[in-house]
């Protein structure tokens, strides 16, 4: 009832206050979240979208960018490079050989891997997160959203263009592309890069100041359009990555202990709490190649589609585990895997009443994962498993016309994905049926209002175990039903754009990840929780020159049943009835932007964020907290249409604050340990295009 009034008293002051049709509006954003070009207001989705020109004048090089202007996404990085936890709307991140809450896709194309979700985003023509489940059309591990980036086409015109900036850090980044004909106008080719090389701000005062956050980058991406004709595309994608960066850069949160055999009492060390102190410096890397095909046939009555890709990752760290001055327990991790993927499905065409998607997909990954630890200097036989990864799924989509007003959506996806550890012998298969609904009604152009309900999920799997663990060897499979009612609306003719949802979330054995010092990574399951919350994002233009864009997300959870597991020291009557963890329960962002003419072709474009992220609980007990704190950040750009030159600061205040945390109790190490935020970084870019 509050979304429908709002919305109404949202009409009823465009249509008083209305300005004259000639004056500038909002830009109209257009997205292809169900496989055909559609308004933004016309989907029944809570979606965030971001255009090229926001995600270069936002400066979205990375998710963690994109998760700081969406309502209930949360990331972090908080391990090594490639290693991340991603939230949204409380489902969260499972990490080590554990699967993403979102399916992540590039062009199409989906990272088969959770470590590539951290890759660095370049050359991007436009963003969209889809809140709530969307395995219907965009496959595993959709239980949460789903998050697509297009990257620029190539262009039947020779086109040429860098980047290159410097920040604080010895943070040094170069970006290029090059893009034309190469055959003719049927075939089309463009080409970029992304170089970064950072010194690092955090520093390790025990290792006689080293820089821990350091980071080396390469990637490359080269793409083929050929188009011999009105009816065929073919997209051919290339990329490679290479990373190397520090890891393992936790701090104590607490006084830490060295449990020693009995008769020995612990030996409690009182050191600084919150201060990098590790006793050795951290390595990781990742490196990554992809190849992948996508190719469109018009069959006149339909659209048939195939994508296939093959993805090799490689990836390793060499951290200290303890995160302590002392040499107590170190950790070597080596992750390799290779993916073949294909899709095939059929779209209808967009001018009818019935319109209509179908497809299936099919996935297959061979990963190898080792993890071995170094305790008190003695080596610990290594957990390692050799995983076989198949996962087979049927969807469609039904979209019907039930009047000029009226649209209803029935969708469905049904997955078998079978996971069998080659190392333990074991192997199982977990089959779901997940079906989707909307109802979406246009009262007048200006205002839609959708409900849904729809089911999401994510498979179980293995433990990677080692000797000594208490965790137990496998997890079972989570799914979730979401229900979701939400309005789309604008006013002040054209001025202002608005959008509310809220949701409930049915939660059965949500998976949770947790580790242990004998270096297990494992997931395990909360019988059930739920989650309620709702975002609200408005964009508005009062003036010419002024641009103003405001989202907030909430959430409220309980933990309802949870039963003592093997591995979790925390007693259930600790768990039960807290909230879940991981994500802030209030989030808010307010983005103002101001352009100013100094000219016929040159303007200057101011832009302040401030970012809130309220109270966050990190653990199952809802002890360890972060407190709620500020983001800001402000950057100053002169732009024509070649060219900009821009001058930032992130984190403008400096604010401190805990990316990630782990509490000692759940995890039996010596200490609780936090992950530092990055300190204020201010720098300078320009780029231009030709």
Do not use: C
Not at 476 to 501: C, P, Q, V
């Amino acid at each position: 009832m509050l979304s429908i009034t709002l919305s109404a008293a949202v009409v009823a002051a465009g249509g008083a206050l209305a300005p004259a049709a000639q004056e500038p509006a909002i830009d109209e954003i257009v997205v292809t979240s169900r496989y055909r070009a559609e308004k933004l207001s016309d989907v029944p989705d809570s979606i965030t979208a971001f255009t090229a020109d926001e995600v270069e004048r936002y400066r979205i090089e990375r998710i963690n960018r994109v998760a700081s202007l969406t309502p209930n996404l949360r990331f972090s990085d908080d391990q090594e490079v490639g290693v991340g936890t991603l939230v949204i709307r409380g489902v969260r991140q499972n990490r080590g050989t554990g699967q993403p809450p979102v399916s992540f896709r590039i062009d199409g194309v989906s990272a088969t891997n959770n470590l590539l979700t951290t890759q660095e985003l370049f050359d991007i023509e436009s963003i969209d997160v889809l809140r709530g489940p969307q395995g219907a059309l965009y496959g595993r591990n959709a239980i949460g959203g789903a998050v697509l980036v297009a990257t620029r086409r190539p262009t039947p015109e020779p086109e040429f263009g860098f980047r290159i900036a410097a920040a604080q850090g010895e943070d040094y980044v170069l970006n290029g592309h090059a893009s034309g004909p190469v055959a003719g106008e049927s075939l089309l080719g463009r080409f970029t890069f992304r170089l970064q090389d950072r010194e690092g701000q955090l520093r390790n005062a025990y290792l006689g100041d080293a820089y821990v956050d350091y980071k080396e980058s390469a990637a490359f991406r080269g793409r083929l359009l050929y188009t011999p004709n009105d009816r065929l595309s073919v997209d051919l994608r290339a990329h490679s990555l290479d990373q190397d960066g520090g890891s393992g850069y936790f701090m104590p949160g607490s006084d830490f202990f060295l449990p020693l055999p009995p008769p020995n009492a612990p030996i409690v060390v009182d050191v600084p709490e919150y201060e990098i102190q590790s006793n050795r410096l951290g390595e990781s890397f990742v490196e990554s190649k992809e190849v992948a095909a996508k190719i469109d046939y018009d069959l006149g009555w339909a659209t048939l589609t195939s994508v296939t890709s093959f993805t090799d990752v490689d990836s390793g760290n060499d951290q200290d585990l303890d995160q302590t001055l002392v040499e107590a327990i170190d950790i070597v991790v080596v992750d390799r895997s290779e993916t073949v993927a294909q899709e095939l499905r059929l779209v209808s065409p967009d001018d009818v009443a019935l319109r209509w998607v179908a497809g299936v997909q099919y996935f297959s990954q061979e990963r190898f994962r080792s993890l071995a630890t170094t305790f008190l200097g003695t080596p610990v036989p290594p957990a390692a498993q050799d995983l076989e990864l198949e996962d087979l799924a049927v969807f469609g989509s039904l979209s019907y016309d039930l009047s000029d007003a009226l649209e209803l959506t029935l969708a469905f996806r049904w997955d078998e994905e079978t996971p069998e550890d080659l190392t333990q012998g074991r192997s199982r298969a977990f089959t779901e049926f997940q079906p989707k609904a909307s109802l979406a009604y246009r009262f007048d152009e200006r205002l839609l209002a959708y409900v849904t309900a729809g089911k999401g999920f994510r498979a179980g799997g293995f433990n990677n175990v080692a000797p000594g663990s208490s965790f137990q060897p496998g997890f079972e499979r989570e799914s979730l039903i979401s229900y979701e009612a939400g309005i789309k609306t604008s006013g002040l003719g054209g001025r202002l754009r608005a959008g509310m949802s809220l949701f409930f979330i049915d939660y059965t054995d949500q998976q949770f990840f947790l580790f242990d010092q004998t270096g297990t990574q494992a997931n395990i399951n909360i019988g059930k929780s739920e989650i309620a919350g709702g975002e609200l994002e408005l964009t508005a233009r009062p003036a010419d020159s002024l641009l103003l864009s405001l989202g907030i997300g909430f959430t409220d959870s309980e933990i309802v049943e949870y039963e003592d597991i093997p591995g979790v020291l925390v007693p259930a009557s600790e768990i039960v009835g807290r909230k879940v963890p991981g994500a802030p329960v209030l989030s808010a962002s307010l983005a103002v932007q101001h352009s100013a003419s100094l000219g016929s072709s040159t303007d200057l474009v101011t832009r302040l964020d401030v970012e809130h992220r309220g109270k966050t609980y990190w653990t199952l007990d809802n002890v360890d907290t972060q407190p709620a704190y500020e983001l800001v950040n402000l950057s100053v750009a002169l732009e024509t249409g070649r060219w900009a030159l821009r001058a930032f600061a992130d984190n403008l205040l400096d604010e401190d604050y805990i990316e990630w945390f782990f509490g000692a109790r759940f995890i039996g190490l010596p200490a609780d340990i936090a992950w530092p935020s990055r300190p204020r970084q201010a720098g300078i870019e320009f780029s231009m295009a030709f």
